[in-house]
């Protein structure tokens, strides 16, 4: 992770694909506290990305987030 010229918490995700088609994603990163409560969440969104390819994306907090900060996969739908 690291804090962009904004404030914002940003954090690289590597999204691949496993399946047999193109598929698109949906991924919902939180960014929570030392203490596991959630300080802030986004949804990244990937367009299609081919059988057997990887992509990276980024997810960026709304809030400008201090102290320790973890960014985890919440959730991620393939569609």
Do not use: C, W
């Not at 010229?5 to 919902?28: M, W």
């Amino acid at each position: 992770m690291t804090t962009g010229t904004d404030g914002k918490t940003l954090v690289q995700l590597t999204v691949t694909n496993h399946g047999q088609q193109s598929y698109r994603y949906v991924i919902q990163v939180n960014f929570t506290d030392g203490n596991g409560k959630v300080l802030d969440a986004t949804a990244v969104t990937v367009p299609d990305l081919a059988a057997g390819q990887s992509t990276q994306a980024s997810a960026s907090s709304h809030l400008d987030l201090s102290g320790t900060v973890k960014a985890e996969v919440a959730n991620a739908v393939r569609y």
